[in-house]
């Protein structure tokens, strides 16, 4: 943000737009695992494929990509609250949003890649959540090993017909890595919570009711240079 202020802008999220994936087709969320606790992409292979999906796919200006859009490093007190806050928030984004799948080996182990697939591979009814591919693109980047259609094959039949319950369940599980343990502890609860609350929101949405607005700090592609 210290280079290119410019290239990052808020934006308010609702939640009852996310419940019905309005945000697909104008906001790319990224779902993809980090080499490094302190760098995701030292090579940048997975930046050249985000670039090569925008263009190839024409999903809007707007990409949410946790480093780049969350306070990184040595943070203040107040980046500590608004990092935490946003941790909170960032669910809405896979279930709201067109999610863009990053895939590698590594990618069916850890946490929170699996948890943003989830939420990437739903939609909500009044019955709570139903399986569908249509927000979620899933590539391997050329560089990675075990980056292939296998990888999407295995991570499609994996988790395409489980419940919400049975997800928690497995995700909870100890070979689910996950570099800060309570991310888990802090996340897993909401997986559980969050087929109930939709079934909530969808009967609220249909009443005329309007859910509170996370607000979230996205990258605006127009700003790029080409």
Not at 183 to 194: F, N, R, T, V, Y
Request: proline letters at 4%; charged letters at 20%.
């Amino acid at each position: 943000e210290a280079v290119q202020p410019q290239l990052l802008v808020q934006h308010k999220l609702s939640k009852d737009a996310a419940y019905r994936a309005a945000y697909a087709g104008k906001l790319c969320a990224v779902s993809h695992r980090w080499e490094h606790p302190t760098a995701p992409d030292s090579a940048g292979s997975q930046l050249a494929a985000i670039v090569d999906y925008l263009l190839a796919n024409e999903e809007g200006t707007l990409v949410w990509y946790d480093y780049w859009c969350m306070p990184q490093g040595e943070r203040s007190a107040a980046d500590t609250v608004l990092f935490k806050w946003m941790l909170g928030s960032v669910n809405m984004l896979y279930l709201g949003s067109t999610v863009l799948v990053q895939l590698d080996r590594s990618y069916l182990q850890r946490f929170w890649t699996q948890f943003e697939y989830i939420l990437a591979n739903r939609f909500i009814t009044a019955d709570g959540f139903q399986f569908s591919p249509e927000r979620s693109s899933a590539v391997g980047i050329q560089s990675l090993k075990g980056s292939g259609a296998s990888q999407a094959q295995a991570l499609s039949d994996k988790w395409a017909h489980v419940s919400t319950e049975d997800a928690v369940d497995m995700l909870g599980q100890p070979d689910v890595t996950v570099t800060n343990e309570s991310d888990k502890e802090g996340q897993l609860p909401k997986i559980k919570a969050l087929d109930a609350t939709v079934q909530g929101a969808f009967e609220a949405i249909a009443q005329g009711g309007t859910p509170a607005h996370p607000v979230v700090s996205i990258v605006d592609t127009e700003y790029l240079d080409h």
